[in-house]
């Protein structure tokens, strides 16, 4: 526990960088490179268009719903405090060591090597030789092989731009969220600027948006449905519209923050969703479907039949943009959650410590920075991110039904905001989500069962969640004390 002398984080973010860190924490990579399979499973330019916006629907339903408890609850931690108050601090703690462990830094280890990634195109990064890559091997039970030497350079510039944006984020949370004001700011003109351009490209064709349904329906992984497509489709979609929430985690940290998260949240989620489907029209206006699917890099494509040789540069420089103001986000949010977590004596008690001089959570914001690095030398984070967002579902679902305990636990509360269309709204996100999660792991048992995967992703996932147990055990016998600060 904190002591009286240690100082607290600063409410120092205003509605305008709330909504600008919900849009920059969700819109990173994925819409650069998740439409092109997604038109290979769907193979309908309507039905493709059509997820983006079922997808999208979705997760504003869960924003929404979310945002009632943000309304409760205005303390530094988001959505760890709302799980502690609705079911208790073992669920909570779960949730906050697979945010610790993986799905959080996993996340600013794999956005942050895309940045290095298209790097490259400008700055062309040197390798080790094959014999030297592979000198070096590390053997991970279930995971696989990994190699810690493997594209060292890319993975350096990774390290390196993690810690940069440590440092920023160190030296203020009004001075890294200005950084997350820019940066989104940008990415919105860029995308916006490059869907002008297509509907402005005298080549687009409208004919693009209409057509049958194609046969690769018929030979979708095995399966002859098009239920299979389009649910596989929804995935791909729901992971570019992840990270809707981590703009909770900040709450201590925002001014009127039962005001201005659920605000942020709606606005936010909102202006996301019309930039994706503007930019899937694009896509789709400029180029047919079936070039779409066969495409390795849709934006690229797109931007070289627009632009031509600057084509390739544009798209570069807008990921690049788009990745850094993400990172920084993430790396920002993420970190209050361990804060929040040592302040009540169920983390390592040097991490809820606060920086006297810039009131900022130095220490998670270290270990953070230290785990994802860890993570982008080994290689295995998007393994490890891709086995967890089965896990990240289920967290998902039990905050929305969080609302109906919540109502029934504290009805008396003052809510500033309450979920419209309850209960319908929650019921219909707790149904998706509970759909999501049997269907991945039916669909990881089935695969496992086939050979088509070679470990159950789902079931690891939930191994990697439950290996915190210990570590609870070890927080609650050593650290826990009888009281719990009313802030963090």
Same mark, same amino acid.
């Given at each position: ?89 073992? $669920?909570?703690? /779960?949730?906050?060591?697979?945010? +610790?462990? @993986?799905?959080?830094? #996993?996340? !600013? *280890? =794999? ?50 731009? $993690?810690?940069? /944006?440590?440092?920023?984020?160190? +030296?203020? @949370?009004?001075?890294? #969220?200005? !950084? *997350? =004001? ?68 900040? *709450? ?237």
């Amino acid at each position: 526990m904190p002591q009286n002398n240690i100082p607290k984080l600063k409410s120092e973010l205003g509605l305008f960088t709330t909504i600008a860190i919900v849009i920059g924490a969700v819109i990173g990579s994925g819409i650069f490179m998740k439409p092109s399979l997604m038109a290979s499973q769907v193979g309908s330019a309507e039905i493709l268009i059509l997820i983006w916006i079922v997808a999208g629907v979705i997760t504003l339903f869960g924003a929404l719903t979310n945002a009632e408890v943000a309304g409760l609850f205005s303390e530094t931690g988001g959505q760890y405090i709302y799980f502690e108050k609705m079911y208790g601090e073992f $669920i909570a703690f /779960l949730y906050g060591w697979a945010i +610790f462990i @993986v799905i959080q830094t #996993g996340s !600013i *280890a =794999s956005i942050s090597y895309v940045f290095s990634e298209y790097f490259q195109y400008f700055f062309r990064l040197p390798r080790l030789s094959a014999g030297l890559e592979n000198s070096f091997i590390v053997h991970i039970p279930f995971i696989g092989n990994i190699l810690p030497l493997e594209n060292i350079g890319v993975k350096a510039i990774t390290v390196g731009l $993690i810690f940069l /944006l440590t440092i920023v984020n160190y +030296f203020g @949370v009004k001075f890294g #969220g200005g !950084i *997350a =004001s820019f940066f989104t700011s940008a990415k919105v003109l860029i995308l916006l600027f490059f869907v002008a351009i297509a509907f402005a490209f005298v080549g687009g064709n409208a004919s693009n948006f209409t057509g049958h349904l194609s046969d690769k329906f018929s030979n979708f992984n095995g399966n002859p449905s098009i239920f299979f497509g389009v649910v596989a489709a929804l995935s791909g979609a729901f992971w570019a519209y992840d990270g809707w929430n981590n703009v909770t985690y900040l *709450a201590g940290e925002i001014k009127s923050p039962q005001k201005n998260i659920p605000l942020g949240l709606l606005i936010g989620t909102s202006i996301v969703i019309i930039i994706y489907v503007l930019v899937n029209i694009a896509y789709i206006y400029v180029l047919p479907l079936d070039e779409i699917a066969k495409s390795e890099l849709v934006a690229s494509d797109v931007a070289q039949k627009i632009l031509g040789n600057l084509g390739g540069g544009f798209v570069a420089a807008a990921v690049l943009v788009s990745t850094f103001g993400t990172s920084n986000g993430t790396i920002m949010a993420s970190s209050r959650v361990y804060h929040a977590m040592a302040n009540r004596g169920m983390f390592f008690k040097p991490i809820g410590k606060t920086s006297p001089k810039y009131f900022t959570p130095a220490n998670a914001l270290f270990l953070q920075a230290f785990w994802s690095s860890l993570l982008v030398i080994s290689g295995t984070f998007d393994t490890l991110t891709d086995m967890l967002i089965f896990v990240s579902w289920i967290f998902y679902g039990l905050g929305a039904v969080g609302v109906f305990v919540l109502r029934k636990k504290m009805p008396d509360n003052p809510r500033s905001y309450k979920v419209w269309g309850y209960p319908i709204i929650p019921t219909i996100f707790v149904l998706f989500a509970l759909f999501f999660v049997i269907f991945t792991l039916y669909n990881d048992i089935n695969g496992y069962l086939h050979g088509r995967y070679r470990i159950i992703n789902s079931g690891l996932g939930l191994l990697l969640t439950f290996s915190g147990i210990p570590f609870y055990l070890i927080f609650k016998k050593i650290y826990r004390k009888k009281e719990v600060p009313d802030e963090c």
